[in-house]
């Protein structure tokens, strides 16, 4: 009988760690709902493996530990791309 109630017991202790496993994903949507209603527009949620160097503040740990949810305010630029431009072969004079 002893051996049973600390089975459970052991298994209650237990039960709180497996729950906080989420994937990253659905975590980070919560956070940005969350960071959305307190009225903050411009911000970014990157997520990035545990041991990665973060560059803002770090909000969530997901995935069983293994990822954690970098939080930055502010509008981040987007990547310059050029773009192709468009061509049609032919040189076009301008009228005089």
Sequence with gaps: MKSLFAVVA???IALPAL???KPCEELKSEIETK???NGVNAFTLTIVG???AEDGKVVGTCDGGTNKIVYKRGVVD????DAPRATTGEAKTQPK
């Design 50 to 52: 545990k041991d990665a």
């Design 78 to 81: 987007a990547p310059v791309v």
């Design 10 to 12: 052991s298994m209650l």
């Design 19 to 21: 729950a906080q496993v």
């Design 35 to 37: 960071i959305k209603n």
